[in-house]
């Protein structure tokens, strides 16, 4: 089983930028597909991205694409979400999620969840 703690949210214009973390614990985090959520106020969550464990083939949601991205570092048990060219409708709780099968994290089904943490955009 793996434990997820995430950090790097907060406060951000629009057009800013925000990296997040998800550290690990573990000795098999290597073992999972690793992903990113979030979900606003009154909304339902949301599948942001998701990375194997060789960081290939990341893959995205269509909102985020070409603006957010997701990497891995295995030696640090740690996956990263770096967001750019934020908007206020970015404004959400994200959490990290792992899992061991890539079509379950992307259902949102995850063997793991981290707390979340709060990213806000103004505008």
């Known amino acids: 089983q793996v434990q997820l703690v995430e950090s790097g949210g907060g406060l951000v214009q629009a057009g800013g930028s925000l990296r997040l973390s998800c550290a690990a614990s573990?000795?098999?985090?290597?073992?999972?597909?690793m992903g990113w959520f979030r979900q606003a106020p009154g909304k339902e969550r949301e599948f942001v991205a998701a990375?194997?464990?060789?960081?290939?083939?990341?893959y995205y949601a269509d909102s985020v694409k070409g603006r957010f991205t997701i990497s891995r570092d295995n030696a640090k048990n740690t996956v990263y979400l770096q967001m750019n060219s934020l908007k206020p409708e970015d404004t959400a709780v994200y959490r990290c999620?792992?899992?061991?099968?890539?079509?379950?994290?992307?259902?949102?089904?995850?063997?793991?969840w981290g707390q979340g943490t709060q990213v806000t955009v103004s505008s």
């Open positions: 999620a792992a899992a061991l099968n890539f079509y379950t994290l992307r259902t949102g089904i995850g063997d793991a």
């Open positions: 573990g000795r098999t985090f290597i073992n999972y597909v």
């Open positions: 990375i194997v464990w060789a960081g290939s083939n990341p």
